[in-house]
């Protein structure tokens, strides 16, 4: 079977709206110029000064000792379990996690190591589901390792972990000797969306990592942090494993730009997202989760249309949307504008009133 994903049938009008994903952000005008003006040297061997001041402001902002520039989130993921566990180790995480659903495999096939799964609500799982799981080390289990959250937790709806959430699962890690990991993919937007620093949110937590590419709107990159022996790890594994890069100044001059002028806005999307999601609500058999940050996830079946359909049919439209079993994903971003939400309101009422 054919495991790339199939190209836009060329006939369809133009992508007028795209709320797919917020990875589909375009660097803006004033980012490319950023990109065009940037220092640049050799990164892999520490020269790229543009790289070097992102690390170090990455590093602050997390409040951590040291921090790598990384081609991708995932890979921030891969390299952090790879330094922290060893074969036959465990990881503790969502089932809906992106270490998990999304990263082919990486942890078994690069590793060898096994995820079990934490179930709770919206993507977050409780700290006494944590504690249960949690088993004295003993000759027949897994040495468990690493706990892993997701902040925003992204299948769970884009919901934002609490600060005394985050707490409570160090404190049970540090209890239990495991080691603590957070996927910041979208850090930024739980920061915005609750107020909380990004420092506060990583107290004692031994690595973790934030994406440039996905609502900040950088084309390429994320940042990993912890201490400085942790980082010197993850150099090995990003060398190792092809992610060393040169001079890549010009990619962390827009991560230093939208550091810079695309944090703030975030709220933005937030807002946009309540607005679809209230249009989205008043129309007959939706069923929409009030949205905490940037992500909407509505299930439209029992207004008498598939998913599959409502999807096709905006895409006719030139809205775009993803799938996720039975659920809509949408996501606002920097290129989506108040008045796009409108017409996508707008257009999912007529096409399921005409179901
Ligand atoms: C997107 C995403 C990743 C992976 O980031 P990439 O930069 O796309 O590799 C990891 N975790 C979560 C929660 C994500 O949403």
Redesign the pocket.
Known sequence: MRMTPAPRDPKLPPIRINLMSD?QTRPTPAMREAMMRADVGDEQIGDDPSTNRLCERVASLLGKQAAVFMP????C?IAATLVHCRPGDEILAHPSA?VLTREGGAHAALGGFQITPLPGDDGIFSPDTLRAAIVPPNRYSAQQRVVTV?QTA?IGGGTVWKKSGLDEVVSIAKKNKLITHM?G??LMNAVVASGVSARDMSEGWDSGWI?F??GLGAPIG?VIAGSEDFIDEVWRWKQRLGGAMRQSGINAAACLYALDHHVNRLADDHANARVLARGLGQIPGLEVNQPQTNLVFFDPTKSGIETKRLIAELDARGILAGALDHRIRACTHLDVTVAMIEETITAVREIVSRA
Do not use: I
């Open positions: 990875t991708s989130g995932t890979m993921n992106h997701e992204n996927d993919a979208r994406d590419s996905k994320a």
